[in-house]
């Protein structure tokens, strides 16, 4: 199976419009979030796609570590989104990562919010969105996606128990550059279906595996019980305390409690 990548071969006859035209392509890199922002402030033709076989030092939300090791996707996509779309992009990230994983494997996974894809409870994939807003003009944004595709989670001492991988679930490797193309294709599909309304809202909401469930959230320094009960169509997580009263969560970590 291959695990190296080549532009050439991630852009050879993709049927998108722009999403992934421009492959910036490393064997190993600290994190494709950073050339990604450099590319993006010198004005990077939206679509552009930096990904790496590796990333030395790639990263999660609030500077936590993400593991990228060969065999696994790493990219970082630019685009220059209405603010309004911004709220948007986790969603169809986290959206086009379930299409692809079904499409090129038959699994099922399903998002645990706020930016995790699960597998069977385990995270197979991460997304981070970092943004650049002036007023309500979008400098940029960055879709970074991290997805588990042959690596063995049991090698990692972190994430051994947490994590799982396309080749764990089917015990077999996955050709990543087809997931990588699938996903390409979706991310640029979803994006692009943006402004005709709210389905993406709905189909994410439709996949969250969080609903209905006894949660507890850590958000800062605050750690909330209860159940969680919707989310709001800014992504923000509504969760009904023991007492009845509803706390909306824009950003925290979920642990399900039943
Ligand atoms: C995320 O953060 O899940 C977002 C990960 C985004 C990674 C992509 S890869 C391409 C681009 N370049 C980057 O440098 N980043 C993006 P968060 O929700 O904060 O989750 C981080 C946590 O996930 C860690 O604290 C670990 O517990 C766990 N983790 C780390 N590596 C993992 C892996 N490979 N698989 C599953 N879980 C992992």
């Not at 981070?128 to 003009?137: K, N, P, Q």
């Not at 490797?173 to 699938?182: E, T, Y």
């Not at 209905?212 to 009904?240: C, F, M, N, P």
């Amino acid at each position: 199976m291959e695990n190296s990548l080549s532009p050439a071969a991630i852009t050879s006859n993709l049927e998108t419009h722009f999403v992934g035209q421009r492959v910036i392509y490393y064997p190993s890199v600290v994190s494709t979030m950073v050339v990604a922002k450099q590319e993006a402030q010198q004005g990077a033709v939206e679509g552009t796609v930096v990904i790496a076989d590796e990333q030395t030092a790639g990263r999660g939300r609030l500077r936590r570590v993400w593991l990228s090791p060969k065999g696994n996707i790493a990219l970082s996509v630019i685009l220059y989104p209405s603010v309004a779309y911004l709220p948007s992009l986790v969603m169809l990230a986290s959206l086009a990562v379930i299409h692809s994983i079904e499409a090129v494997t038959g699994l099922k996974s399903q998002v645990k919010w706020p930016n995790d894809v699960l597998i069977n409870g385990k995270k197979v994939c991460g997304v981070l969105v970092e943004s650049v807003v002036r007023g309500d003009i979008v400098d940029y944004a960055i879709i970074g996606i991290g997805v588990n595709v042959n690596l063995r989670p049991y090698d990692f001492s972190e994430i051994q128990t947490t994590a799982t991988s396309l080749s764990d679930e089917l015990g077999r490797d996955v050709s990543h550059l087809n997931v990588i193309r699938c996903l390409l294709i979706e991310l640029e599909r979803l994006y692009l279906a943006l402004p005709a309304g709210d389905s993406i809202y709905q189909e994410w909401r439709n996949s969250l595996v969080t609903l209905g469930r006894r949660v507890q959230v850590k958000s800062g320094k605050t750690i909330y019980k209860g159940v969680a009960e919707s989310v709001a169509r800014d992504g923000s997580l509504l969760l009904r305390h023991p007492d009845g009263s509803l706390s909306k969560i824009v950003a925290g970590d979920v642990t399900l409690r039943d």
